[in-house]
């Protein structure tokens, strides 16, 4: 009887996500007819705004396409020039890098876990409502944020659109004891990682094991972040320079976000894809945490992203502790940059996923042209994948507060950032 | 039932970042969710855009048909309206394309443009409706939030800091760039609120945080051809996170102009 009801939901705001879109969910005969994330935040054009500037601006203008994961931004574009103009950076500032982009991961990470995402695990509205009943849990999770943001205040000065990185290095260098204090507060906070991971394995829900490819990069050594080749579960193994070939973003009309496709099928970016495609790359410590929590892994499940994001918390204060420890600034915080025409690639992870970059400059380093691509374009299309298997699943016969929910929920364990991507969710059921 | 004061955080065009300046407050932000009533913060948690308020902050700017519309609710439902950021106080980066023919840009990046809905100028929130406070900055901080908060609704309107860059670097005992090292610094003509970061770190001032009062633009421009940069840079130096800022948008123009002359 209920298919037989026309029914319209209007959520008018989608609420803990980063960014404007909407959910348009058309239901007949029992079936999915139509699902579109739509997402319409408005587009800044900062491919063309680049055009014609100096390469020497560029860390600071790309920051501005996400107040979340700025450092992410810096990272490609300053790799991408450092490329164009065969630039190669030393060991210390490479390292310095590292320890600043762990800094992004544990503050972005700790803010999606506790303020986006945990409430969902209670069905709280938010992490003020739910900080009344597990303060505990929620300080905890604020602190590790903080943390995260002195980090990357050591290396740029503040934690939102910092000002220390450049082509070439960094403006400056923090003073050894800034950087040995810190690297022992990071160290103490280890613990709280670890009771994290612990937490989020006993309240975080599980949803369903899907068929989906992983991609992620994948460096000889290190778990990735910095750089490496990109890389699936399927095989896929290719330089950074390479990824244009492989990899396809389409324009869709219910989004300003275009949709990337690898050899035209969906795909997952973000710390799930990373766990699952690096757990050789794992410290021991966070493997032997994750074990412990009992959950079996690999997983198709991307409400083990949540998981997969407290492990990295866990590694990237490790990460960075190590860095800092014995921590001695470098003889020179940049290496000279001489401009010349080129082409560059840069593909780093963000705490969202591989982020990457292409600029063309002229010979006096001035941009002539830049193409970025953002992990949430990427795991859009995994996104509308997920969602229509997920609510057929979950039984569309169910009323629509509960299908909304259940289509938030998918939609917030990606993590999706809507200003590099949504804040308007406006779920319409259309029941014919 | 609560007599608590209603706060909402509305966000337009931007980047997410001067919500952070709420978000990143850690305990604070506990503290202030006890003292007020967040009715509307997407970010957040709470959904209600259509809440009437005593205080909105309002990120971002005017860049949508659809944008343009809802400002105007949010003016009518709110007592004092407050920009933060560059974005909301004077149009953000974005502004850039004023400047442009955006139906170009769209067609450069887009292969479909005419699913992509956009203005033709890209306006701070103060064209579209009356603001009570702007606070600059590019992002703005926790402390330049929560000070604008706590004045607000203890009933007065916080006066603007509007020095120099230049005076801060002083206070602080930061060197000079400019005098010596030669660095081409946007210091004198931008307003303080950051902490003059940037001259700390021993690079240059980009003037994310807007205009100072009486900012002595034409002398800087010449500075800073006589540092070597060409009449181009300097206006780009000034058509930058502020560019549609009137100050730095004439300045900019000046600098251009000037090759001509």
């Known amino acids: 009887m209920a298919e037989q009801r026309e029914i319209r939901v209007n959520v008018p705001l989608l609420a803990r996500v980063e960014g404007e879109g909407a959910l348009d969910l058309a239901v007949s005969g029992g079936e999915i007819r139509e699902l579109r994330l739509r997402i319409f935040e408005p587009p800044r054009l900062f491919e063309k705004l680049l055009e014609g500037r100096s390469y020497a601006e560029v860390p600071d203008i790309v920051a501005r396409i996400c107040g979340i994961c700025p450092v992410a931004y810096q990272m490609s574009a300053a790799q991408a020039l450092e490329q164009a103009f065969g630039v190669e950076v030393d060991e210390p500032i490479l390292a310095m890098r590292r320890a600043m982009y762990c800094g992004e991961w544990i503050q972005s990470h700790a803010l999606h876990i506790h303020l986006l995402a945990a409430p969902d695990f209670f069905g709280y509205g938010s992490a003020l409502e739910m900080a009344k009943d597990h303060p505990a849990e929620v300080r905890r999770g604020l602190a590790l944020q903080a943390l995260g943001n002195d980090l990357i205040r050591l290396f740029g000065g503040r934690s939102v659109h910092p000002v220390g990185v450049r082509v070439g290095g960094f403006h400056r260098a923090p003073a050894r004891d800034e950087g040995r204090a810190l690297g022992r507060r990071l160290r103490a906070a280890l613990p709280d990682a670890q009771a994290l991971t612990a937490w989020i394995a006993s309240v975080a829900p599980r949803g369903q094991e899907q068929e989906f490819a992983f991609v992620a990069l994948r460096h000889a050594r290190e778990y990735p972040m910095y750089g490496g080749r990109i890389a699936s579960d399927r095989g896929l193994d290719i330089g950074t320079e390479d990824f244009e070939t492989r990899f396809e973003e389409r324009q869709v009309a219910h989004s300003t976000a275009l949709h990337c496709l690898l050899e035209g099928k969906p795909y997952l970016v973000g710390p799930l894809a990373r766990l699952m495609l690096n757990r050789d790359r794992l410290p021991e410590e966070v493997a032997g945490t994750l074990v412990r929590t009992g959950v079996r892994l690999p997983s198709r499940d991307t409400f083990a992203s949540a998981l997969a994001r407290a492990a990295e918390i866990h590694l990237a204060l490790l990460e960075a502790a190590r860095i800092l420890e014995n921590y001695e600034p470098p003889a020179a915080a940049s290496v000279p940059v001489k401009p010349r025409a080129g082409t560059g690639f840069g593909a780093t992870e963000a705490p969202r996923g591989l982020l990457w970059h292409r600029y063309e400059t002229d010979a006096q380093g001035k941009i002539v042209r830049a193409r970025i691509v953002p992990p949430t374009s990427q795991n859009q299309a995994r996104i509308e994948e997920d969602l229509r298997l997920a609510l057929q699943r979950f039984g569309l016969e169910r009323g629509d507060d509960e299908l909304r929910l259940m289509g938030e929920k998918v939609i917030r364990s990606y993590d999706p950032c809507i200003s590099c991507a949504t804040h308007f969710l406006d779920l319409r059921v259309r029941r014919e | ?261």
């Not at chain 2, 330049?144 to 020095?163: F, H, N, Y």
């Not at chain 2, 060197?175 to 303080?192: D, E, I, L, S, Y």
């Not at chain 2, 001259?199 to 034409?218: I, K, L, M, V």
């Open chain 2, 1 to 261: 039932m609560s007599a608590k004061p209603r706060v909402a955080v509305h966000k337009f065009s931007s980047c997410d970042g001067c919500q952070l300046a709420f978000l990143n407050l850690g305990d604070a932000l506990l503290a202030a969710a006890e003292l007020v009533e967040f009715a509307h913060f997407a970010e957040a948690g709470p959904v209600d855009p259509q809440a009437r308020v005593d205080v909105a902050f309002v990120e971002g700017s005017i860049s949508t048909p659809e944008e343009r519309e809802r400002i105007r609710q949010v003016r009518a439902n709110s007592r004092f309206l407050v920009t933060i950021g560059a974005c909301a106080t004077a149009g953000g980066i974005q502004a850039l394309r004023n400047m442009h023919d955006a139906k170009q840009w769209v067609a450069g990046i887009y292969a479909l443009p005419e699913y992509v809905s956009a203005l033709d100028k890209v306006t701070p929130i103060a064209a579209a409706v009356k603001v009570d406070l702007e606070l600059w900055g590019c992002p703005v901080s926790g402390s330049q939030v929560l000070a604008a908060l706590s004045a607000l609704l203890a009933g007065t309107v916080p006066p603007p800091d509007e020095d120099k860059v230049c005076m801060e670097c002083k206070r602080r005992h930061t060197v000079c760039v400019m005098v010596a090292k030669g660095v081409p610094c946007m210091g004198p003509v931008t307003r303080t609120g950051c902490g003059a970061i940037c001259p700390s770190f021993g690079r240059d001032c980009y003037a994310c945080y807007g205009p100072a009062e009486n900012p002595n633009t034409a002398s800087l421009g010449r500075r800073l051809e006589g540092l070597g940069l060409t009449r181009n840079e300097v206006a780009a130096r000034f058509h930058f996170i502020n560019n549609a800022a009137p100050a730095f948008h004439e300045a900019g123009i000046a600098a251009k102009e000037r090759r001509r002359g």
